[in-house]
Structures are given as C-alpha cells and as structure tokens.
C-alpha cells in the first residue's frame, strides 16, 4: 500500500472520524482544532508537526513516529504512546490534558511538560533524564524503575516518587515537593518554622 506524503500543511477544524487524513508522512505540518479522538494514526509518521487545540484521546498509536513533535492546548487522554515507533520519538507538550495515559518503557529524554495534567499517567521504565515537569499535576503518576536523573520537578505538584525505586541523582524539587518523596514513609511534615 502507498502512503501519502505531505509538508508544510496547515489541517484546520477537522473531524478526522467524517474526514479522515490519509495515513503517510507529515513534515512540518500544523494541526489545529482538529478532533482526531479514537483515530487509528497506527503507522503515520510526524516530524516537525505541532498539534494546537487538538482532542486525541485513544487515538491508536501503533508503530506511530513523533519525531520532533509538539501538542499545544490539546486533550490526550489514555494514549498508549508505549506503542509508538522509538526511532526518533521526541516531545513537547504545553497546557495539555495527558491523564491515564502510558508511556511506559519509552526514552523520552528531555520532554518538556508544561502547565500539563498528567493524573495516573505511566511512567514506569522510562528514561525521563533532563525532562522538564513544570506546573505539572502529577495526582496518581506512576514511577516506578524511572530514570528521572537531572529532571526538574520544582514547580509541579501531587506527585509521588520513591527514590529507592527510580534513579534520581540531582532531580531537582521544591521543599513543597519533599512530601511526594517521602510518601511511603506516611510523615507527617510540617512547613511552618
């Protein structure tokens, strides 16, 4: 089967369930307002693409390449982004809802999470070295066997993250965040001097 190559296009207010995109290469494309919920993008391949006000929730990510890819303002709730493609995987995410879904085992070094929901989302196995967490709910987030070596938690809240299961060496954190770190010690800490 053929796959359709396009660049440097712009798909707007689209319904991918009444009009769906053919399934190929994407370069440097913008997707904007476009619902592409519980879209088979099985095998598709995205570089330089960003998404902006996008639903992609349980969208099908089989085999799927995100190669330099951004999401900006979208709903991204339970995507298996552990099915997609290693070769190249890199992301950006800013102001997106990502609850429930899994990225277990990926290496997703330096990813930028930003102003993001990221509740019950999986992150066991995952190399997340120099990511960026940054005003993150991390409500539920598993890690678990994580790489999270010089990432940055300072400004995101709600996690739970224990050092004897993950490599943390100089993971950065707020003394706000202190708490999540000693969760499965039940402490109760006291802020005020």
Known sequence: MEHSYFEDKTFGNNDFEIHPISKGEYENCRFINCDISNFDLSEFKFTECEFIYCNLSLSKLVKTVFN????????????????CDNFGLSLGFDNCILSHSIFYGKKIKKTIFKNSQLQEVDFTGCDLTESMFDNCDLALATF???II????????????????????????????????????????IDYTK
């Open 144 to 146: 678990h066997n994580t």
């Open 68 to 83: 330099e890819v951004k999401f900006k303002d979208c709903k991204m709730l339970g995507l298996h982004f552990d099915d």
């Open 149 to 188: 070596e010089i990432a940055d938690f300072r400004t995101s809240f709600n996690f739970s993250i224990d050092p004897e299961q993950n490599r943390v060496k100089k993971a950065k954190f707020s003394i706000n965040g202190i708490a999540g770190l000693l969760d499965k010690y039940s402490l109760e």
